[in-house]
């Protein structure tokens, strides 16, 4: 796999064109003052969906574009996530609400042919910024969601460093965004057939290569291989290494 990951549609989120600004993380009072701000654009987290605009028979990146809106008042009960700032000078604040369900799409006014889409849907369709951003604000909603509470003591914690550190008000100890290293694989034959393969609870029709998550200490071929025996029976000869690309963290 050569070329630029923004030019490769098997990475599809490996793009952006906003930069994190991390250094910034750190500024007291960094979003409220986004949030005062109108000129800072703000993008809606609802469970692992977030809103955007798609053309008729979207296919490829660019065609879709993430619904943006301006700060509401409201905006500062919730965790908010800075994503950084484009070449523009425009800065971009995620907003995490709890709601994923029906009562998700009351909580945003979505334009004319506006959906919410998980990234398995839109990834690919996005364009450069879209595909970074909403990457990175679903997998730190994801994250938020599932660390509330401080692992030693279990206090609630607070969102500190503009919603990429949680800190425990007890013991002070602070908690950071997880990744979790995995593999996915094309597994082909001599005849260049592709393997693939099916969870029991999918809907008919639906097929997917093979993946799974690297165990700690462990090279990325040894677990590919035994994913592919795991899954599918089938042995597994030369493994090649691809280029990687972020996703959403998934708790295992």
């Known amino acids: 796999m050569t070329g630029a990951p923004r030019q490769d549609p098997l990475l599809a989120l490996n793009r952006t064109a906003v930069d994190r600004a991390s250094w910034r993380r750190s500024e007291a009072s960094l979003q409220e003052g986004l949030l005062d701000d109108p000129r800072t654009a703000v993008l809606d987290v609802l469970g692992d969906r977030v809103p955007m605009r798609a053309r008729d028979g979207a296919e490829s990146y660019g065609d879709a574009t993430l619904v943006l809106r301006a700060p509401r008042p409201s905006d500062r009960d919730l965790v908010t996530v800075y994503l ?130 690297v165990e700690p200490g462990s090279p990325s071929s040894p677990p590919s291989r035994a994913r592919c025996a795991k899954r599918s029976a089938c042995a597994c000869g030369t493994c090649a290494t691809s280029p990687t690309s972020p996703g959403p963290s998934r708790r295992r």
Not at 196 to 202: E, I, T, Y
């Open 84 to 213: 950084g700032e484009d070449d523009d000078g425009r800065h971009y604040v995620a907003v995490l609400h709890d709601e994923s369900g029906e009562r998700a799409e009351q909580l945003v006014d979505l334009p004319a042919q506006g959906v919410l889409l998980d990234l398995r849907a839109a990834g690919g369709i996005l364009d450069d910024a879209g595909a970074g951003l909403a990457t990175t604000a679903i997998a730190m909603a994801h994250w938020h969601r599932t660390h509330r509470h401080c692992p030693r003591c279990g206090a609630r914690t607070e969102v500190v460093q503009a919603g990429w550190v949680r800190r425990c008000p007890v013991d002070g100890a602070e908690s950071y965004p997880l990744t979790h290293p995995a593999v996915i694989m094309a597994v082909t034959d001599p005849d260049d057939r592709l393997l693939l393969a099916r969870g029991a609870q999918w809907a008919a029709g639906r097929m997917s290569v093979l993946a799974g998550f």
